[in-house]
């Protein structure tokens, strides 16, 4: 009984460290980077350059874009697109230069702003089925989709890097 006591207090201090519009800030702050991180790319190589058999930039940014906002939105609606269903996979976000790309991700970045605010706290300790196939706590799925963001920004870095470009400092979110 004592241990469920104390399990239940760490749970709840825990959940508490974070406030839902710190993680946000946090994210908003990441997809600032990661924006930078598009725009440092010279046009060419965004949409054409890899290395070791990995996709495009613009390829990994379309998944970004895809996720993002309909993320969050299926959190505050229970409304899911399907993983398959996603732009990235069905080819519908057909952005062919830097500037439209770009135009993509504020877009996105705004539904995540529209969207976020709708999310009760109690929301994030809730299971979801996200995307109709991975089902978890939101909270889990939310960081699992800014983890993914980090994760591939970093093959941008080593993009830009074996281009010659210096990248953006990762930790300046401003």
Same mark, same amino acid.
């Given at each position: 009984m004592e241990t469920n006591t104390n399990q239940q207090s760490t749970e709840t201090a825990a959940a508490s460290v974070y406030t839902p519009d710190q993680l946000l800030q946090s994210w908003l702050g990441q997809r600032r980077v990661t924006r930078r991180v598009i725009d440092a790319f010279p046009e060419e190589a965004l949409f054409n350059y890899s290395i070791g058999g990995m996709r495009p930039f613009a390829d990994m940014v379309k998944e970004f874009i895809s996720m993002g906002g309909p993320c969050v939105r299926g959190v505050v609606t229970d409304n899911w697109t399907p993983i398959a269903g996603l732009d990235h996979h069905t080819g519908k976000i057909a952005a062919t230069t830097k500037a439209e790309l770009l135009q993509l991700w504020d @877009?996105?970045?705004?539904?995540?702003?529209? +969207?976020?605010?709708?999310?009760?706290?109690?929301?994030?300790? @809730?299971?979801?089925?996200?995307?109709?196939? +991975?089902?978890?706590?939101?909270?889990y799925i939310l960081q699992y989709v800014i983890d993914n963001e980090i994760h591939h920004r970093g093959q941008g870095y080593v993009y830009l890097r074996t281009l010659g470009i210096e990248p953006p400092a990762f930790y300046d979110r401003s």
């Open positions: @877009e996105a970045t705004e539904e995540i702003k529209t +969207y976020w605010p709708r999310i009760t706290p109690e929301r994030f300790q @809730e299971t979801v089925l996200a995307f109709g196939q +991975y089902e978890g706590l939101v909270n």
